[in-house]
């Protein structure tokens, strides 16, 4: 059974907003690993 606030927030988010997500984790992912040392790609 669906949150109907969770619902209400997330009904309007585009692709091009779930990729912008996708994308900022990641480069905070990296910032991370780059502050720690590990430079994975």
């Known amino acids: 059974m669906r949150n109907d606030a969770d ?3 997330a ?4 692709e091009d907003d ?3 997500a ?3 984790a ?3 992912i990296n910032m991370i690993r780059e502050s ?3 430079m994975r790609p």
């Open 7 to 9: 619902y209400d927030l």
């Open 11 to 14: 009904k309007d988010i585009t």
């Open 18 to 20: 779930a990729l912008d």
């Open 22 to 24: 996708i994308i900022n």
């Open 26 to 28: 990641k480069q905070v």
């Open 36 to 38: 720690n040392g590990d």
